[in-house]
Structures are given as structure tokens and as C-alpha cells.
């Protein structure tokens, strides 16, 4: 590139290939790439008859994928797990594209497996991956959080830019995009017993948004004054972790990352109808002494004993907080980008030098393509 030639914009550089009617279609175009949509369905753990629905999808998610792999004509594709890496991974693996899986977990689902046996290296958050893949290429990344998310403020800031007492204990509680249900209705079940002893962020998903809101709007005024519920959270969410002592959620893969980079102790409920990789990292982060797990049908009787336990014993959530920032590895996307870069070179190399404007890299996770 000279200097007169004006340096790609990130929308040029990558696409992203996902499945509709997820997070993603409201997500991506949110931080400025282009997204691609194909047809997508799980077929582990889901029963015969959705199984055969969901292979007819993903035969025609492939059918797409190929339409879009040749046209973005990637150097490089980034599988991340998810429903439609498996059409775009065999649409990439038809056009001799280099792949590279990025491995959020601690241990690689049925897709992954499958997929690491043509991908040219698998990037994991965590060494205790290594063992899940025996006889790959696996390069130890940490867990990338995304820049921005930390903020340069300490608690008590945090806890006044949500209009809460700067000084006073506080819960953040969530459950992903839609929601964790059972989560939900624990925490409003336990409302006035909760508050009469912390503040609360409450990050409900958008399928109990409704409840949620009839819940607070019902409590007492003085109640009301420590609760902050929100449907979503978007840049926000890095102001809600620093101003929290405690996070119960799910366990989800950016519990590996995001609480370790805030220091943050958990309790974690890991989500009982999947496959287990939600209670592998569970379990991970309390063997670590960053986390206490608990049962999902067990949420109605253990949820606020075992939070006013926590909230009430300060030298334990230091502890676990300090084991939790013991696990942090800073710089893991520059790792992560530094593959892709290095195995899109390399593809270049066999296939000859592209043209200036070709794009270098396609992401796919549920899905995307880099």
C-alpha cells in the first residue's frame, strides 16, 4: 500500500456469515461490518425429528455458503463454533481457504471436533483445551474482550453513572441476549429480600423484559431505589461488571474472558437443556476459586442464601475475585489476528499474490466468516 492509497475500511476487510433470527443480525451491522445470513440448525442433543428438519437446513445453508465464500473470496476463514460453521467450513474447505477455529470454551463441542480435523489450527482460550484435541495444531490464545469493554473507572464511579449509591454493595445478574428464564424469576421471586441488602443491575434478556418491568414498577419506592433492570446492555456492560462485587449468570464462554479481565467473582448457573460445555466452564472457574456453581433446578432455594452468603463474607469475594484476575491473559485478539494473518499469507502465497482490493479475511461462527 503506498501512502496516497487510503487504508481499508473494516467493512472491506471482513464479512461476517451468520444465521438468521439470532443476536447477530442486530449485533454486527452495530459495529460496522457487513453481514451475510444462511440457513443453520444444531443436530447434536436435539432429537431425531428436529435433527432431520435441521440437516435439510444445513444442506441449504451449504448451497449458500459456497454462493458466498466464492464471492467474498476470503484469504482466510475464522470459524468460532456456532450452527452455520459447519456449511461455510466445507464451502472454505472446497475452495482450498485456510481455517482457523477459535475455541471459546474449555471443551470443543461435536462441530469443533469434527471441524479441527480440516482447520489449520485450532486458537483456544485455555491450555486445559489442549487436552480435548489430541493430534491438532492448538495455539493457547487466551480469551479476546472486546476493546472499549473495560472502562477507566473504578467501582464507585460505575455504580453512580446507573444512579446508584456509590458506597453500597452491589449484584449484577444476567443471562444472555434473550435471557436465562429461570434466572429471572428466581431474582424477582427473592426481590425484597435481596434489595433490603444490596443494589442490583439486572440484565434480563429480552423474552422476560415485560415481567421484569411489572415486577419493578410494583415494588416499594424505597426497594425500587437499588434496582436497575435493562433488558440489554450494550456498551454499558463494561460499567455494570466494575460496579458489581458479584455477578451470578450462566456460563456461557465470556465468563472465561470478561470476568477474569474485571476480576469479577461469579456464581454460575450453567444452562441445564445443552450440551455440557456451559458446566465444563463452570466448573473451571470455581476449581480456580473464582466461582461458586449452582444447580438450575435448584435456584429457588439456593439463589439468595448462597448470593447474602457471599455479599455478606468480603474477604471471601476478594479472594475469588484476585483467583479470578489470576486467569487473565491480556492481548489474546492481537494472538488470535496474528494467525489469521499469518495463515492468510501463507495462502497467498500458494495461490499467487491478490489484488489490493481483495478482502483478507471472512468469520464464521454461528456463524461468521472472516
Not at 484469504?75 to 482450498?96: F, I, K, M, Q, S
Not at 425500587?224 to 463494561?238: S, T, V
Request: charged share 20%; net charge positive.
Amino acid at each position: 500500500m503506498t501512502e496516497n492509497q487510503a487504508s481499508p475500511t473494516p467493512a472491506e476487510k471482513v464479512l461476517w456469515v451468520g444465521t438468521a433470527g439470532e443476536m447477530e443480525e442486530e449485533l454486527v451491522p452495530r459495529a460496522g461490518f457487513p453481514l451475510k445470513t444462511v440457513p443453520g440448525g444444531g443436530l447434536h442433543g436435539v432429537g431425531l425429528r428436529r435433527s432431520l428438519r435441521n440437516g435439510v437446513r444445513l444442506a441449504r445453508g451449504w448451497r449458500q455458503a459456497r454462493r458466498v465464500v466464492k464471492e467474498f473470496d476470503p484469504d482466510v476463514v475464522l470459524l468460532t463454533g456456532g450452527y452455520t460453521n459447519g456449511p461455510v467450513a466445507l464451502a472454505a474447505w472446497e475452495r482450498r481457504k485456510p481455517m482457523v477455529i477459535f475455541l471459546p470454551d474449555v471443551e470443543p463441542g461435536l462441530a469443533i471436533r469434527v471441524l479441527s480435523r480440516i482447520a489449520a489450527c485450532v486458537a483456544c482460550s485455555l491450555e486445559a483445551s489442549r487436552g480435548h484435541l489430541p493430534g491438532r495444531r492448538v495455539v493457547a490464545t487466551g480469551y479476546p474482550v472486546r476493546p472499549g469493554l473495560v472502562p477507566d473507572t473504578g467501582p464507585s464511579e460505575a455504580r453512580t453513572a446507573f444512579g446508584l449509591a456509590p458506597d453500597r454493595p452491589t449484584l449484577l445478574a444476567f443471562g444472555g441476549s434473550r435471557g436465562a428464564r429461570s434466572i429471572n424469576y428466581a431474582l424477582m421471586d427473592a426481590l425484597p429480600d435481596l434489595l433490603a441488602d444490596c443494589q442490583l443491575v439486572h440484565v434480563t434478556g429480552r423474552l422476560d423484559w415485560e415481567a421484569v418491568s411489572q415486577c419493578a414498577d410494583e415494588l416499594p419506592a424505597a426497594l425500587r431505589a437499588g434496582y436497575r433492570p435493562f433488558p440489554y446492555l450494550h456498551e454499558e456492560m463494561g460499567q455494570a461488571f466494575r460496579a458489581a462485587d458479584l455477578v451470578v449468570s450462566r456460563a456461557g464462554a465470556a465468563t472465561l474472558g470478561e470476568y477474569p479481565a474485571f476480576g469479577v467473582p461469579a456464581i454460575l448457573i450453567p444452562y441445564p437443556h445443552a450440551w455440557r460445555y456451559q458446566q465444563t466452564n463452570a466448573e473451571y472457574l470455581a476449581q480456580a476459586g473464582a466461582a461458586v456453581c449452582l444447580k438450575d433446578k435448584d435456584l429457588s432455594t439456593q439463589l439468595l442464601p448462597t448470593i447474602q452468603q457471599l455479599m455478606a463474607d468480603s474477604d471471601r469475594l476478594k479472594r475469588m475475585g484476585a483467583a479470578a484476575s489470576a486467569l487473565y491473559r491480556p492481548g489474546a485478539a492481537r494472538r488470535v489476528a496474528d494467525l489469521l494473518v499469518g495463515f492468510a499469507a501463507a495462502g497467498r502465497n500458494e495461490t499467487g499474490t491478490p489484488e489490493p482490493h481483495r478482502p483478507a479475511v471472512t468469520e464464521a461462527q454461528g456463524g461468521h466468516t472472516l
